[in-house]
């Protein structure tokens, strides 16, 4: 179980501030920006384009792709910034990993079709826990319809932010940071088959929390590449499985309408 894992071999060198900076740096430049994105417009209100509760600043929703595009390039920089250290993870990818994203996809899509959250945790009082954390649901193409270049243009940032910068800050995050934190005190010096089940309990719950209103497709999902992660004993094959089920949630969207899922 304590075996070496060639994707942590770098990791043993780090200064002890490096592997913070790293691992978790990218993920709250994230989360902290994220609070300033505006939710959807209230339809019970009169104005439609009203900011909803969540965005810290109250930007109307109108603004949405810009605050998002700020977002995404801010992270990409920081990113960018620290690319030498990602570049001595193990970049040799398994092609279960793919697979892991393709049955991730299907098993988020399918929970929250089928209304399971609903069926099953609203007999338990949670009904009001699942409305929180509501998904900006900004779709480009209608809002910016006689604009058709800058919908698309849009579109492409959100792709490349959901399926490239998203994998990769939440991957470095909750599999990388917390649940080796969680573990141990070193923690950037554990190889990822060495993490407690405790470690994975609170990086599931922690997971979980942060998608209340897919609560059970989120628990499946992170578990499934948890799995894989023991497996293959490799952080990027869980950036990859996680940027394939972020790309093909992302064509599912477009292709349906289902624009709540974003």
């Not at 609170?202 to 499946?220: D, G, K, N, R």
């Not at 023991?230 to 969207?253: I, K, M, P, S």
Request: proline share 7%.
């Amino acid at each position: 179980m304590t075996q070496s894992s060639p994707h942590v071999a770098a990791e043993n060198d780090s200064p002890g501030w490096r592997p913070w900076l790293v691992y978790v740096a990218p993920f709250a430049i994230y989360m902290l920006l994220n609070t300033l994105e505006p939710g959807p417009p209230d339809p019970a209100k009169p104005d439609a384009q009203a900011a909803a509760p969540g965005g810290i600043l109250a930007i109307p929703y109108q603004y949405y792709p810009l605050v998002y595009t700020i977002k995404i390039a801010v992270t990409a920089a920081f990113l960018i910034a620290v690319a030498r250290d990602l570049a001595r993870l193990s970049w040799r990818v398994s092609p279960r990993a793919i697979g892991v994203g393709i049955v991730g996809v299907a098993v988020w899509i399918g929970i929250c079709e089928l209304h399971l959250e609903e069926r099953l945790l609203a007999p338990l009082g949670l009904a009001s826990y699942l409305g929180l954390g509501a998904r900006a649901a900004y779709n480009p193409l209608a809002e910016l319809g006689d604009r058709p270049l800058l919908a698309y243009t849009f579109l492409a940032v959100r792709f490349l932010g959901l399926v490239v910068i998203v994998p990769i800050v939440e991957e470095l995050f909750w599999r990388g940071f917390l649940m080796r934190f969680i573990t141990d005190q070193r923690w950037w010096t554990l190889p990822l088959v060495a993490v407690s089940w405790t470690g994975v309990a609170v990086a599931t719950a922690a997971f979980a929390s942060a998608h209340p209103a897919e609560l059970l497709a989120a628990i499946a999902w992170f578990s499934l590449v948890t799995w894989l992660m023991f497996r293959t004993q490799n952080l990027t094959d869980c950036v990859v499985a996680h940027g394939t089920t972020n790309l093909l949630l992302g064509l599912y969207v477009v292709a349906t309408g289902s624009w709540r899922y974003w």
